[in-house]
């Protein structure tokens, strides 16, 4: 099966099936999770895994 992923309007990308992630410090993330969801703003908190913090970053006065 082809992976999939899709983006969530102002929040993560949503991966479906295990997904293995590498980040730029060498650290190698493993989820098992049906569906993984990846940060794409930058402030989560528990990187590279989406923590919700998009959220509030979205409710800020531009
Ligand atoms: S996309 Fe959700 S915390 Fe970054």
């Given amino acids: ?5 899709r983006a969530c309007p102002g ?3 949503l991966v479906d099936g ?4 590498t980040t730029e410090d060498g650290v190698v993330h493993r989820s098992t999770r049906p569906v993984s969801a990846l940060c794409r703003c ?3 908190g528990r990187a ?4 919700g913090t ?3 970053l979205d409710r800020r006065p531009t």
């Fill in 11 to 13: 929040g993560p990308l």
């Fill in 1 to 5: 099966m082809t992976g999939r992923i």
């Fill in 48 to 51: 590279p895994w989406c923590d």
């Fill in 54 to 56: 998009h959220k509030l």
């Fill in 42 to 44: 930058g402030a989560s």
């Fill in 18 to 21: 295990e997904v293995e992630v």
